[in-house]
């Protein structure tokens, strides 16, 4: 069975200075990868996704992840938090191949930018 | 076009009544999900529907009866709810049917209350 870690409930970081919301996983096979952020009372946005290729892939509003196949990891970062990035972070995984998989979510990462 | 609308954003309703949810999106998408979300956990899938038929349903209880009208539609028919349905319901779709690699365009929500 596929499943997602996101070990931090919340991330705090100083406006301006880098941010990393950490994600490891496990998959049968070649993983499909995706961050999504939620502000309070809406839904989840979309930001960026691993499909191949690649290792560094970037995303919407300057964020960036990097898939690590050995340590099954896809952390997303960020060069300068922004207040307006504080939010809820969810990464998700799905299996490459097999026809429909399930999309898997992890519990998600709380980030607040301390101005 | 490039959201997914849904109505209404908020909703109240009691153990007896039915009502229903309606999801919407113009952008040629040809899976539709409906998920279910509690307070600061990570989305549940419900219902992928794939090129307008049903092709998951979650094990979801019988007093939620999804249906989809057409390529641009998605309902969610409540009855008989109770108050630990009281969730925020997102809709969201995605190009290519649900085998695709594709991230989900999310819907910002019914919030949903059971008296």
């Known amino acids: 069975a596929q499943s997602v870690a996101q070990p931090e409930d919340q991330v705090n970081v100083a406006e301006g200075n880098p941010l990393t919301v950490k994600c490891t996983y496990s998959v049968s096979g070649n993983p499909y990868l995706f961050w999504y952020v939620q502000y309070p009372n809406r839904g989840l946005q979309f930001l960026l996704k691993?499909?191949?290729?690649?290792?560094l892939v970037k995303g919407s509003y300057g964020f960036e992840a990097e898939f690590n196949k050995s340590q099954t990891s896809f952390h997303l970062k960020k060069p300068s938090a922004l207040v307006s990035d504080s939010a809820l972070y969810f990464c998700?995984?799905?299996?490459?191949?097999?026809?429909?998989?399930?999309?898997?979510f992890g519990t998600g990462t709380k980030l607040q930018v301390i101005p | 076009d490039t959201e997914v609308t849904q109505t209404p954003k908020h909703l109240v309703m009691g153990m007896t009544n039915k009502k229903s949810l309606k999801c919407e999106q113009h952008m040629g998408h040809r899976a539709m999900y409906w998920y279910k979300q509690k307070a600061k956990k990570p989305p549940e899938l419900m219902f992928v529907y794939s090129y307008e038929k049903l092709s998951i349903n979650e094990s979801v209880p019988s007093r939620f009866s999804p249906e989809c009208p057409n390529s641009s539609l998605l309902n969610l028919h409540l009855h008989a709810l109770q108050p630990e349905d009281s969730a925020l319901y997102l809709c969201?779709?995605?190009?290519?049917?649900?085998?695709?690699?594709?991230?989900?365009?999310f819907g910002s929500g019914t919030r949903l209350t059971v008296v």
């Open positions: 998700a995984v799905r299996p490459s191949s097999g026809g429909y998989q399930k999309v898997t």
């Open positions: 691993y499909i191949t290729g690649d290792n």
């Open positions: 969201a779709s995605s190009q290519g049917g649900s085998y695709g690699r594709y991230g989900y365009t």
